[in-house]
């Protein structure tokens, strides 16, 4: 069942990325006021298939907490910003 689930947060884990690329694509497409509805579609859809590899994830026995984008995006600029000491002094 461990196979299973770290199978399942792989998925979740790659599309998430995905999911963050299409939306600077999207960004990029409204800042240089161009139609982005295929793009925004295809990120609600991908949003879909994300709730349905959580679900997945929690009924195949997942019980850690799953990081969300907020978290993901904090510790990105933490790093930039001078280091890990300072995301720890932060929370």
């Known amino acids: 069942m461990d196979n299973r689930i770290n199978e399942?947060?792989?998925?979740?884990s790659a599309l998430r990325s995905e999911i963050v690329d299409l939306e600077a694509s999207v960004r990029d497409l409204v800042a240089r006021d161009l139609d982005c509805s295929e793009s925004a579609l295809s990120q609600l859809a991908m949003r879909v298939?994300?709730?349905?590899l959580i679900g997945d994830w929690k009924a195949a026995g997942g019980?850690?907490?799953l990081p969300d984008v907020r978290d993901r995006v904090g510790l990105r600029s933490v790093k930039k910003?001078?280091?890990l000491k300072r995301?720890?002094?932060r929370r």
């Open 8 to 12: 399942i947060r792989r998925k979740i």
């Open 49 to 52: 298939e994300l709730k349905q």
């Open 63 to 65: 019980g850690d907490l």
């Open 87 to 89: 995301a720890v002094a």
């Open 81 to 83: 910003d001078g280091g």
